[in-house]
């Protein structure tokens, strides 16, 4: 469940055995996930469903670009907490600071640009009006 306060919102995630590599720490790409889940959650919360946006307004958001680094691991059976908020937010893009952490202590951070672009030719459009209003009183 996801919970959200002012310009952040929290999603705790248990590590399942499917989410770790053969050392048996988080494999670095589910970071990515996790993160993905998190941004998604914060959204579905703030009653932004991505599924109508490509049905009533023929958008949808992709990865435009990331940066992350990786701190420590985190492994099977670890309760972490995944901690969001967007930093920007432009015409056609929001940036979101991302951090993954378990009892407070720093795991992963990642900084996602994510673009709004055309369902159809997947080129950038503008974020839709309802979209904004949602965001802009929850940006830094």
Known sequence: ?????????????RVYYEDT????????????KFF??????WLRELDVQQSALVETEA?????????MSYRKPARLDDLITIRSRITQLGRASIHFEQRAERDGELLA??????????????????LPA???????????
């Open 21 to 32: 590599d053969a050392g048996g720490v988080v494999f670095y790409a589910n970071y990515l």
């Open 130 to 140: 309802v979209v904004r209003e949602k965001l802009e009183p929850i940006q830094e």
């Open 1 to 13: 469940m996801i919970e959200s306060k002012s310009n952040e919102a929290t999603l705790q995630i």
């Open 36 to 41: 993905e889940r998190a941004r998604t959650e």
């Open 109 to 126: 951070h990642g900084n996602i640009q994510i673009c709004c672009v055309d369902a159809m030719n997947l080129r950038p459009k503008a």
């Open 59 to 67: 958008r949808m958001f992709v990865v435009h670009s990331l940066d």
